[in-house]
């Protein structure tokens, strides 16, 4: 007898334990008007592979739930026996993220509201759209249109938990509206929107501390370090970054720790405290060393990892003055970001172009940083994108302000760089 590897790893991509799913998989067999009577013992029959195929309405319930068909979740039909034809495809019944023009997603419900109690399947189905647009984000940026997007996802969370079948499915639809909330903040941080960003985190926390969700809590306090460190307030950047340290997610998974430690470390060489600029990016290495790299954890985090930490150590270390070594932690950054965080590797190869000219090589930097245009194919740079741009070109002016070079970057990137999304 075979465990079903494949129903384990999407039960822990959920987030979810057995019992969960079991309730997940009677909400959805009560939804169509039949009994629900998965149990416990029922999950653990398919995932020590005891049932190796499910009847036709569990495994309807199980498709709709995750948003596969059956045999992606690891069961097989009996030897002889064929699988049955499908005339709709599950993802269609679950999923209600869609494309709007090609390139945004939109929350579009795609089933009606029920009158049921509702429970575990409704909070996978939102947390499927938070993935979706956190996708997104990793390959365009922040943009108005996503924010929106992401605010409508909160709004329907908070709806449902309106319904809710229990105080736990209504904690966790309060933690999803959280972490949409987050999201909405994020773009708007990524849109340089820091009023319209600070009022989303300030709502967004309120909904964690509802859904006592520490990890949404360390998302809001890691954007909160970012809106303040735009607004020049440097020693809230600080305090952001200590009051994430505090949450007790911390204490559970050495990743978010890092993440703290990364984001104090920033506030800390923009306030000219090397020591503890360079204490604090220590500590964030030490826990992401001791992170495991298969701990499940919610889609927003999938930026973060030892790429990202030498994208921050890149920053902290051009801003304490060691340029040289800025540059270095900016090749090894882009040597290990993923391809899809496009974004994120434009970003990288603009604080690489920076440690290039404060190192007075103005030529080199101005390849560099003209790279981050090819990066973004085209697409409007986020606001954040382009602020950093302006900061280049305003150091390449004073370091360099009568040089063909610096006239010929601008000439050659004004309409880009001009771009608004």
Sequence with gaps: MKANESLAGALGEAGLTQAELAEAVNDYLRSLGRAGTVSDRTVRHWLTGKTRWPHPRQREALEAVFGCPAEELGFAPPAGRCAPHRTEDPVRRRHFLTAAAGTTAAVVPLVAARPYAVGTSEVIRLRNGLDALTALDAAKGGHEALERAALAGASEALELQKRAASQRIRQRLFSVAANYTAQAAWSAVDARQSDRAQAHLNRALYLAG????????????????????????????????????????????????????????????????????????????????????????????????????????????????????????????????????????????????LAQLHQRDEEQACATAGQTFVLMGGDPLPGRMRCYLGDFYRDLTT???????????????????????
């Design 210 to 353: 509802m859904g006592n969700d520490p990890v949404a809590e360390l998302r809001v306090w890691n954007s909160h370090a970012m809106v303040a460190n735009h607004r020049g307030d440097f020693s809230q950047v600080v305090d952001a970054g200590r009051a994430a340290q505090a949450t007790t997610v911390t204490r559970r998974d050495p990743l978010f720790a890092s993440l703290a430690h990364a984001r104090t470390a920033i506030g800390h060489s923009k306030v000219g405290d090397r020591r503890c600029a360079l204490r604090s990016l220590g500590r964030a290495e030490e826990a992401l060393a001791n992170a495991s790299t298969n701990e499940p954890r919610p889609s927003w985090v999938a930026f973060y990892g030892p790429a990202e930490l030498m994208a921050i150590t890149a920053v902290v270390r051009d801003v304490i003055g060691d340029a040289a070594g800025a540059e270095a932690s900016s090749h090894r950054a882009l040597a290990a970001i993923p391809e899809q965080f496009r974004r994120n590797r434009a970003m990288a190869t603009l604080q690489l172009a």
């Design 399 to 421: 370091l360099a302000p009568d040089s063909a070079v610096a006239r010929e970057w601008k000439d050659r990137y004004r309409s880009e760089w001009s771009q608004t999304g």
